[in-house]
């Protein structure tokens, strides 16, 4: 009866299995140095027959050097990946905070309470982006509708209303 070793991630059978399939160059080096031991003193392996296999084994190392380099370069992007999406939420949380200073919003505050307002500031916190309205701020996400601020008309333009 065989005993196997156990993981603490459990079973990894699979990386074994699929290295077995899998020959690497010290298995290559280890059959060619095997094979130069047992070959037979009045029949050696021929030159080009030696050349071939070492030309095998220089490129079995530079596949396997260059598998590396890639897998690699996809941590390094995949890595830039995120750190550009990241840099793009920031972005975007900027530029919507920004085009709402000056709007009319309603929104919900954190106690539940509907305020109504101008936006008078955009603060960027850990919480996320928060805008202030008569003093008090609101999560971005709780903004239950948002409309440009009405102008009031002046007396002038009464006045030409008027003349007409």
């Not at 890595?79 to 949380?93: D, G, I, P, R």
Request: hydrophobic share 40%; net charge negative.
């Amino acid at each position: 009866m065989g005993i196997s070793a156990v993981s603490l991630y459990g079973n990894n059978n699979n990386s074994v299995e699929k290295d077995k399939q899998n020959l690497g160059k010290d298995d290559f080096l280890k059959l060619l140095i095997t094979q130069m031991k047992y070959q037979d003193p009045l029949s050696p392996m021929e030159d080009t027959e030696y050349i071939a296999q070492m030309a095998q084994f220089s490129s079995l190392e530079q596949m396997q050097n260059l598998n590396s380099n890639i897998q690699l370069g996809l941590g390094y992007l995949t890595a830039l990946q995120e750190e550009l999406l990241l840099a793009f939420e920031s972005w975007q949380a900027v530029n919507s905070g920004m085009n709402l200073i000056g709007k009319e919003i309603s929104g919900i505050t954190a106690a539940g309470d509907t305020v109504t307002g101008v936006v008078e500031k955009v603060r960027f916190t850990s919480q996320g982006t928060l805008v202030v309205v008569n003093g008090i701020e609101l999560n971005i996400h709780n903004i239950l509708e948002i409309a440009p601020v009405v102008q009031p008309e002046t007396q002038s333009e009464i006045a030409g209303e008027e003349n007409e």
